[in-house]
Nanobody
Framework: QVQLVESGGGLVQAGGSLRLSCAAS????????MGWFRQAPGKEREFVAS????????GYADSVKGRFTISRDNAKNTVYLQMSSLKPEDTAVYYC????????????????????WGQGTQVTVSS
């Protein structure tokens, strides 16, 4: 079992930055690929970014590529999402997720593949 707790959300003006954190507890964090997803009101949950177990491989949705950076610190059991040049359309509840995998280089875009989810943190970008 893995427990995930997101933090760092809030209200920011367009063009601003935020850093989200997701702290994991439970089983060995380094055995999990991690992902960030978001869900805006009335919309489905969508992929934002993913990272493999060691942190060397990452993937991004086209809508955030070049603006967001995912990273992880396995010593701190934490994954981060650095968000810059924020836009009003980035407004959503952001969730982190964990997927146990033996594949060291793999990371995943499909929310259905993830085993554990956090409770989410609200990000609101004002225009």
């Amino acid at each position: 079992q893995v427990q995930l707790v997101e933090s760092g959300g809030g209200l920011v003006q367009a063009g601003g930055s935020l850093r989200l954190s997701c702290a994991a507890s439970g089983r060995a964090f380094s055995n999990y690929a991690m992902g960030w997803f978001r869900q805006a009101p009335g919309k489905e949950r969508e992929f934002v970014a993913s990272i493999n177990r060691g942190g060397g491989n990452t993937g991004y949705a086209d809508s955030v590529k070049g603006r967001f950076t995912i990273s992880r610190d396995n010593a701190k059991n934490t994954v981060y999402l650095q968000m810059s040049s924020l836009k009003p359309e980035d407004t959503a509840v952001y969730y982190c997720a964990a997927k146990g995998t033996i594949l060291s280089n793999a990371h995943y875009r499909s929310p259905g593949l993830y085993d554990y989810w956090g409770q989410g943190t609200q990000v609101t970008v004002s225009s």
